[in-house]
């Protein structure tokens, strides 16, 4: 079935860097971009960017812009979102997210990663 | 372009009609989707196009809308309802704040 696996909760030092990953499964990874999204504890849902699968373009956030990197290996289906200089404000589960797409529209994240908790902390 | 969504909490009982607005500061045609979370999970997609249900979900979920008015409509509330659900443009990917759903 299509589905998004990430890799495991991490915990980390204020000044670290962050590295999650993201398997796709089911389906042509090349054919999607992926997003990803985070969720602060008890917060709303945030966008930090996007990355076409077909050619690595990239959409960041401009909040993120300069601490995130998003990468592909289309030889594994594996996506891949860096942060750098991490905050305690960055503590928050991180999702991947399947776009919905064709190639004049953009529909909606049809398909969620299971989430990755990072916990900056001292 | 922001998004404000109305209200921000309700409480209801099984059966109960319920409906949640989208605002757009500007208008973005139908570029809107909603989602459904439960805690501890990841949004499950409901509507893409301010309209269309995706595939699997339940006909009680509809939408409408289009420009800068948008609704979510639940027609008869079920126990697994109960979720925060928001609104999303695909403009620029922004989410509403969400709106929490309760028991009353």
């Known amino acids: 079935q299509v589905q998004l696996v990430q890799s495991g909760a991490e915990v980390k030092k204020p000044g670290a860097s962050v590295k999650v990953s993201c398997k796709a499964s089911?389906?042509?990874?090349?054919?999607?971009?992926i997003s990803w999204v985070r969720q602060a504890p008890g917060q709303g849902l945030e966008w930090m960017g996007w990355?076409?699968?077909?050619?690595?373009?990239?959409n960041y956030a401009q909040k993120l812009q300069g601490r995130v990197t998003m990468t592909t290996d289309t030889s594994t289906s594996t996506a891949y979102m860096e942060l750098r200089s991490l905050r305690s404000d960055d503590t928050a589960v991180y999702y991947c997210?399947?776009?919905?797409?064709?190639?004049?529209?953009?529909?909606?994240?049809?398909?969620w990663g299971q989430g990755t908790m990072v916990t900056v902390s001292s | 372009i922001q998004l404000t969504q109305s209200p921000s909490s309700l409480s209801a009982s099984v059966g109960d009609r319920v409906t949640i607005t989208c605002r757009a500061s500007q208008g973005i045609s139908s570029y809107l989707a909603w989602y459904q979370q439960k805690p501890g999970k990841a949004p499950k997609l409901l509507i893409y196009?301010?309209?269309t249900l995706q595939s699997g979900v339940p006909s009680r979920f509809s939408g409408s809308g289009s420009g800068t008015d948008f609704t979510l409509t639940i027609s008869s509330l079920q126990p697994e309802d109960f979720a925060t659900y928001y609104c999303?443009?695909?403009?620029?990917?922004?989410f509403g704040p969400g709106t929490k759903v309760d028991i009353k």
């Open positions: 997210a399947r776009l919905l797409s064709s190639r004049f529209r953009k529909y909606a994240f049809d398909i």
């Open positions: 999303q443009q695909l403009n620029s990917y922004l």
């Open positions: 990355i076409s699968a077909y050619n690595g373009n990239t």
């Open positions: 089911g389906y042509t990874f090349t054919s999607y971009g």
């Open positions: 196009a301010a309209s």
